[in-house]
DNA sequence: TTATGTGCAAACTATTTGCTCGTCT
DNA sequence: AGACGAGCAAATAGTTTGCACATAA
């Protein structure tokens, strides 16, 4: 697999090796999406019982630094981890908690409001809009 | 003062009742912008030092759920808390992990956006987009 | 005199750190 | 041998819960 290849000569370029523990770890945020930290444990576990929470932690710590998967805050809770190339813009609902997700592209238009008026270079793969969705604004209405 | 009027009046209609902390956190929250419970906690203790965290997050969560207060998550650690008529984007830059803040007006695009696409009513005032900022993308072309 | 609010201790969740030991080179 | 990585236990941060006591209506 090129994800195996790709990761062991990044690693390895900087002096770093390529263990079982790491490629389970990456398999498991490409396979899962949007999985928390215990979540991506629970499914290395299955292959690899005795792999530590620390390690899960450790790896996904590094391979964000190396830019090999990105994390969300979408609300209280743990992160979610996600590979970098499954990008997209997330719209969390506050009142239920349903996500949903939406192209990058929509954001487009404010990505380059926010270049020019601040200098200030948007990340929209990393995204979580709060706001209310419409089944949730449905039974807001009914309500009145 | 009317803030302590009106929380007075919103707590009687609800059967509950006005008291010395509540109003201090309320007070906290106003006064700081963009407090931890944890800070706010501290503030509080300037004057009333026997008050308990435990109280902090009660009353925020009271505070939050009758509208007074809102909070946003701003990347990791704890949430911060505002009042509810402080209302602006939060630019969070995730390599210094400067907040910078600009009016919500400006997504006025995007909130009409989602409202058409997906019947999201975007949430403008609890939002915090993540990006970077001017500063660190200086230096980014200074090392290339 | 009862519902409401507070403080305190303990539980809990998510995450990090220190240390030892194993292993690749 | 020396650097690197993993496992384990303990520490830490943030938050919640249970319970007993206090107090306003």
Redesign the interface.
Known sequence: METARGLRKTLHDRGMRMTPQRQLVLDAVRSLEHATPEQICQRVQETAPTVNITTIYRTLDLLDRLGLVRHT?L??GA?SYSVDDHQHVH?V??VCGSI?E?PCE??D??VG??RE???????AS??A??????DC?TQEQETE
């Open positions: 805050h609300g209280h992160p719209l609902c506050h949903q939406i929509l954001l238009p404010l409001t926010l008026r601040d200098g200030f270079e948007l990340d990393h995204l809009l709060s706001g209310t969705c419409r604004l």
